[in-house]
């Protein structure tokens, strides 16, 4: 591979993450109603003050192996075809490609190729005049009832041949699925990793007095839409086997798992069931008995239960991917993030929603803290070390969620809406308009 190409492997973003807080002291009210007093067992160590953020702004530059150069320059043309369906396809792409962190998308304005002259390959020199390392180029068509897509990706400095190529026969109102493929494609010629677009968050927001609703949206604000819930309080979704499960309350007051679709509960225990999160053959839940809150982990099915923790708050499990279990618990003091037992968060006072980021400069644990009135996103290695803060001086910052590649972070903000920036904090984009809790990216 071109020098120019083999120095883009390996990735490690910096953007800004945006988060919205939804009071989560209140959040934890709801979800765990008897179990939020402080454990009164041993006092708890003190905390050192929150780091500061240091990474605010817009990404300009991405982290390489020896060092850094700044983002690839990418030029996104309108794909041969029909009008409206090329525009979904440009429109789609820079999205993703500007969430990524990785790439400049171009103005189309500054574009001085012909490009009905140069048909399905391209000429370097008309493309390096504008300062473009890589171009993408397609044709749209019918095919029966289906749209034909092909996508290429060229190296200006490979010549004028395509380096990727890929087709695909979608329906016509999935045209953006073919994109976002395209677009994972992309980033995996680059980094040796496929990218994570088009994939779904998931969280719970309310929907009146008392009401709570279960919610999806694709990783790039569009296709918001509410899921199926059997209760008008449904709470704490996460993907599982199959789909999306969710905690709901049932008028004889109790709390039980249900499935998206299925109005049946997949699982009944003692007590109130107030959460769960799965991860390989392995399933956590949240269960409340006589004012405790306690994690329970067993096999996905709900079998082999058994007690993980040992009365207090306990709550938010996450699993990672080498099957580590992270939750929060206030045992021994004020709420903090537990991995596998063991406190891995000693700075700040209140700590919550921890979950697992592969991020390219290694595994990280994400989670929100508070900082007086106001509430942050940071990071840590999974040992506690290397803590970092995310967003600070932006409202309240809540929930974060991490993508399956773990290159993108979305987090709510009381800026008014739900963001997606990178692992480090930068590159902060506004993606939807909407709030809520209990953030999950499906598939991590």
């Not at 820079?94 to 048909?119: C, H, I, W, Y």
């Not at 969710?246 to 109005?263: H, T």
Request: proline letters at 5%.
């Amino acid at each position: 591979m071109h020098a120019k190409v083999t120095s883009l492997t390996r990735f490690a973003f910096r953007t800004v993450p945006i988060v919205v807080a939804l009071g989560a002291g209140a959040v934890l009210t709801l979800t765990m109603p008897a179990v939020a007093q402080p454990n009164q067992g041993s006092a708890p160590p003190a905390a050192s003050a929150l780091p500061s953020a240091t990474n605010n702004g817009a990404v300009t530059t991405v982290v390489v192996q020896g060092g850094s150069r700044s983002l690839f320059k990418i030029a996104v043309t309108p794909p041969v075809g029909d009008t409206a369906l090329a525009n979904q396809v440009v429109e789609t792409a820079t999205r993703d490609f500007t969430l990524s962190s990785m790439f400049q998308v171009l103005d189309p304005k500054s574009f001085t190729a012909n490009l009905t002259q140069e048909g399905s390959s391209i000429e370097p020199s008309s493309w390096r005049n504008i300062g473009a390392e890589g171009v993408v180029k397609g044709n749209v068509s019918p095919r029966g009832n289906n749209v034909h897509v092909e996508l290429r990706l060229y190296v200006v400095s490979r010549g004028s041949d395509a380096v990727l190529k890929k087709e695909y026969d979608v329906a016509a109102n999935s045209i953006r699925s073919a994109v976002h493929q395209f677009d994972n494609e992309v980033v995996k010629y680059f980094t040796g990793t496929a990218g994570s677009f088009g994939g779904r968050l998931v969280f719970s927001a309310t929907t009146g007095r008392g009401q709570k609703g279960i919610f999806a949206v694709e990783s790039d604000g569009q296709g918001l839409g509410r899921l199926q819930a059997v209760s008008n309080v449904a709470l704490a979704p996460a993907a599982g086997p199959g789909g999306i499960y969710y905690s709901a309350g049932l008028p004889d007051g109790s709390y039980q798992l249900f499935k998206v679709g299925n109005p049946v509960a997949v699982l009944k225990h003692a007590g109130l069931v107030f959460g769960v999160a799965f991860g390989g053959n392995k399933m956590a839940l949240v269960i409340s008995q006589n004012g405790q809150s306690d994690i329970w982990t067993g096999n996905v099915d709900g079998s082999g239960l058994t007690k993980v923790t040992n009365g207090g708050l306990n709550t938010h499990p996450a699993f990672g991917p080498g099957g580590q279990l992270a939750y929060v618990s206030n045992q021994g003091g004020n709420p903090q993030i537990f991995i596998d037992g063991k406190r891995v968060s000693f700075r700040g006072t209140y700590n919550m929603a921890p979950v697992f980021c592969n991020d390219p400069e290694g595994q990280k644990i994400l989670f929100m803290g508070r900082d007086g009135a106001t509430w942050d996103i940071f990071s840590a290695d999974l040992g506690g070390g290397n803590m970092k803060r995310l967003t600070q001086d932006q409202g309240s910052n809540t929930y974060p969620a991490c993508s399956p590649d773990g290159r993108m972070v979305a987090f709510f903000s009381t800026r008014g809406g739900l963001f997606i920036s990178n692992p480090q904090g930068q590159n902060q984009q506004k993606i939807a308009n909407v709030t809520g809790e209990s953030l999950r990216w499906e598939g991590n």
